[in-house]
């Protein structure tokens, strides 16, 4: 029997009672009441227990045409002995349905103290997906979910094509067995369902509406299953390739390393895929990690594709931050220890080398070593590994000013004459901007971990590292400093131009107009632009409180040396960021120019893109893990809680703003909290406005962006995971507190 047969969509209580006279499906006593029932309102309770639900039951509601969900009142819980107070909720509820409050409410025995609440839908909200999702909280706030009040909520998706979870996804088989039932029931529509768990763990059913979204397509159904084991086995088979490495290629993570989530967004088009790896993960990254001085190892692809998703291989990852001085057997003893660690903590992917891997040195090394490693490698072989870190810190000092001026001499040569169009062109961008800024990055990932270090140790105070990162000159500052010359008229606009015209919001996006060719958004810009301060003074006690430390570990450094080698990585991280941006600008300016298809144009270059990286559009909904970690999560994961890294001292509130889809369009940008997918950091051109704060999606603690807020002391939340953000963005203002690591939508 179907629904359609039944009951006319759009009246919650005719759904609940749909449900109650064809299933088994239980449902806390309810009853549809008018504005006339109100005369017998003492009558009618004493078939309720003691609490009350006052839930709103418009005929514009749950519609099969429009949800509107959460646009009228549902109040309670309210006592049964508060008639009064049940009387004036009842109008307030009918009230709420605009102009006509002819209309009915439900009464509802409401479930006190549940153990769970969930929200469950026959696909991701917001998307086409052929996921069904499966909301929980662990708690009695019934509008835990609903209302976007709180943040410990699990996330549970699994592809259509699955009716049978694993063992160890039990906890969901309830929620998805009633979804699928009343699927059935009302003709296999689309439905968004609540429930509770009371507290014997039996799950109650409180609403059921269908959604506007199309039918399920069992066709597309099909093909998407089959695209799906075509990329399983694609991973399969990596996992049993290691080439010269230890490990096994198991884990793959969108926000490691390279991480492309970031830098390329999480579904990146071919253009943005093909540059990405043909700048840095093909072969960049490996030559970079052996001229730095890690463990060498044969050429390997560091990124792949599955289901239009790019993800690191971690285990290549972590065996590229391996050092010459450590014995084979070391070597996998301590691979298989990150791995293993990694798996059992998977929020940790974004943050492998904070918490998983050392690949750095900091002051206390040998010491996180000795604990870590204690029963895992021996002294001597932690030891051999502290000192490979140092070796590796100092020889890279020295190289800094090389590999600046390879960079420098290569932007030089990007003039108007450059042809973009030839392979050796492109190639030459690699090996002279895109090698030289890994290197960069990865001393400036160094001494940022060095900072974190003092920090950590209460060397320096959060305030004081605020202080040591505002001292830093980087080419974003000069262009704050510039954009302001220009406002006043002291520099031209063209001079401007000729500087940072190549700025784009996204680095790799052809559908992002540079500066040169969106002059409204420049201008906009350079109006907005204010007097920077030029003199940030650090204090005494800084270099003191370094110094003592220094001396006290008898570490060969002393505080001026360090704060200036600090300013100085920092700073050539970001401005070897600049150089290289601008050859990727010439090479998406030429394809727009040549009007090339993505495909013709990297074959044309001959620089290794082929059919097996292809976006494939019949994957456009797919949805995927930020972290594989076995074949059955290309078909259901858990994902990840993720509260983001927060970045900044205080409290701070205010309208939401949400820049997507790297459009530079003049948007009022002052005074707004900014949200935008990824922390690209060709989204630079933000810090010429007043914003509040900065909230993205995916971004990690030491990524560009980081860096960028807190030279410009934005406090920000980077990396909150693609649920918060979604709930983030489609609010009206937030309140974030950056002491506590919470945020609230006001």
């Not at 290197?439 to 320096?460: C, E």
Request: aromatic fraction near 10%; charged fraction near 25%; proline fraction near 3%.
């Amino acid at each position: 029997m179907k629904m359609d047969d039944q009951i006319n969509y759009g009246n919650k209580a005719k759904n609940l009672e749909f449900v109650a006279n064809h299933t088994d499906i239980e449902i806390p006593y309810f009853r549809e009441l008018s504005l006339e029932d109100l005369e017998n309102i003492n009558e009618i309770l004493n078939d309720f227990s003691e609490e009350i639900m006052i839930r709103s039951n418009s005929s514009n509601e749950d519609l099969e045409s429009s949800s509107n969900a959460g646009k009228y009142l549902s109040i309670g819980p309210i006592s049964k002995e508060r008639i009064d107070d049940i009387k004036e909720s009842w109008i307030h509820v009918l009230n709420s349905y605009e102009k006509d409050a002819n209309q009915s409410v439900i009464l509802q025995d409401y479930v006190k103290n549940p153990k769970s609440v969930s929200v469950v839908t026959s696909f991701k909200v917001g998307t086409d997906s052929l996921y069904r999702s499966i909301s929980i909280y662990n708690g009695p706030e019934t509008d835990a979910i609903t209302s976007g009040k709180y943040n410990q909520i699990k996330n549970f998706y699994v592809h259509r094509s699955i009716n049978k979870l694993p063992k160890k996804y039990d906890e969901y088989s309830i929620y998805l067995k009633i979804l699928t039932k009343l699927e059935d029931l009302f003709g296999n529509k689309h439905l968004d369902i609540e429930m509770v768990l009371d507290n014997n763990s039996s799950p109650l059913l409180l609403q059921v509406r269908p959604l506007m979204e199309k039918k399920v397509n069992k066709d597309l159904i099909f093909t998407e299953k089959k695209i799906i084991e075509q990329n399983v086995k694609k991973y399969d088979t990596l996992k049993e390739t290691t080439n010269d490495r230890f490990g096994i290629n198991q884990l793959f993570s969108n926000m490691s390393d390279m991480n492309p989530a970031e830098m390329i967004g999480k579904k990146p088009d071919n253009v943005a895929f093909g540059l990405y790896k043909f700048m840095f993960t093909d072969s960049t990254w490996n030559i970079q990690r052996g001229e730095f001085g890690y463990r060498k190892y044969k050429p390997a692809k560091l990124m792949e594709l599955f289901n239009n998703v790019a993800y690191i291989n971690v285990n290549h990852s972590l065996n590229s931050f391996l050092t010459p001085s450590l014995q084979i057997d070391s070597c996998e003893k301590i691979i298989q220890h990150q791995l293993k660690k990694l798996k059992e903590n998977p929020h940790l992917h974004d943050s492998i080398e904070f918490n998983i891997s050392r690949s750095s040195y900091v002051f206390d090394t040998e010491d996180e070593f000795a604990v870590e490693y204690k029963n895992i490698i021996s002294p001597g072989e932690i030891q051999k590994w502290h000192q490979d870190l140092i070796k590796i810190d100092r020889f890279n000092k020295s190289t800094l000013e090389k590999n600046n001026k390879v960079i420098l001499n290569a932007f030089s040569l990007l003039d108007e004459n450059f042809q973009y169009s030839k392979k050796e062109n492109i190639k030459f961008i690699r090996d002279n901007m895109a090698l030289p800024f890994t290197h960069h990055s990865r001393l400036g990932f160094v001494y940022f971990a060095q900072l974190n270090n003092l920090l950590k140790k209460d060397v320096i105070t959060e305030a004081q590292k605020n202080s040591l990162l505002l001292s830093v000159k980087s080419i974003s500052t000069k262009m704050k400093s510039d954009a302001y010359q220009v406002k006043l008229g002291k520099k031209s606009l063209s001079s401007f131009l000729d500087i940072y015209g190549h700025i784009r919001a996204g680095n790799y996006n052809l559908t992002s107009s540079n500066l040169k060719n969106n002059l409204e958004f420049t201008e906009l810009l350079i109006q907005n632009s204010e007097k920077q301060d030029e003199n940030i003074s650090l204090q005494k006690v800084i270099f003191s409180n370094i110094d003592k430390y220094f001396e006290l570990n008898n570490i060969p450094y002393t505080a001026a040396t360090w704060v200036e080698m600090f300013q100085t990585a920092i700073a050539t991280r970001e401005n070897s960021k600049f150089y290289y941006t601008k050859g990727i600008d010439g090479i998406l300016n030429e394809i727009e120019k040549q009007n090339l298809s993505d495909k013709k144009f990297f074959q044309r270059l001959g620089i290794g893109f082929n059919e097996e990286n292809t976006i494939n559009l019949n994957l456009k909904n797919t949805l995927m893990p930020d972290l594989i970690s076995s074949s059955d999560d290309f078909y259901l994961y858990e994902e990840m809680s993720k509260n983001g890294n927060y970045i900044g001292q205080g409290t701070v509130s205010g309208k939401v703003l949400l820049l997507d889809n790297y459009s530079n369009q003049p948007y009022d940008l002052d005074n707004k909290i900014v949200a935008i997918p990824a922390a690209d950091p060709g989204w630079d051109w933000i810090f010429n406005y007043k914003i509040k704060s900065l909230i993205t999606q995916y971004g990690g603690p030491n990524s560009h962006m980081a860096i960028r807020c807190a030279e410009h002391n934005i406090p920000a939340i980077l990396g909150v995971g693609e649920n918060n953000f979604s709930m983030i963005t489609t609010s009206q203002s937030l309140s974030i507190d950056f002491s506590n690591e919470s945020f609230a939508i006001v």
